[in-house]
Nanobody, 119 residues
């Protein structure tokens, strides 16, 4: 059962922009905390951007100022707007949703979407 559906990846030239989308069910969207990860070939998956408490956000150093995580509550969708893209941003990008309490943990991953930055 697919809980997170991603879209928006593709091929873009250096300096270009892309917007990734991650749509979930309303129940997951309201309860879970969302973030975006990426995994480049031969590298570990890394956190790119995430919501923390409330509407606060946090970004990996290399994308801060270029990427923006946002959400549309009416559409149960989280976005990752990527600008000034660089070849080193090439990776498979994954949406992640987590719900953690002291006694319970649950999380979901999207299917991944390829982002390729190349001229």
């Amino acid at each position: 059962q697919v809980q997170l559906v991603e879209s928006g990846g593709g091929l873009v030239q250096p300096g270009g922009s892309l917007r990734l989308s991650c749509t979930s069910s309303e129940s997951i969207f309201l309860m879970y905390t969302f973030g975006w990860y990426r995994q480049a070939p031969g590298k570990q998956r890394e956190l790119v951007a995430t919501f923390t408490s409330g509407d606060n956000t946090n970004y990996e150093d290399s994308v801060r100022g270029r990427f923006t995580i946002s959400r549309d509550n009416a559409e149960s969708t989280v976005y990752l707007q990527m600008s000034s893209l660089k070849p080193e941003d090439t990776a498979v990008y994954y949406c992640h949703a987590k719900y953690y309490t002291d006694s319970y943990q649950s999380h979901y991953w999207g299917q991944g979407t390829q982002v390729t930055v190349s001229s």
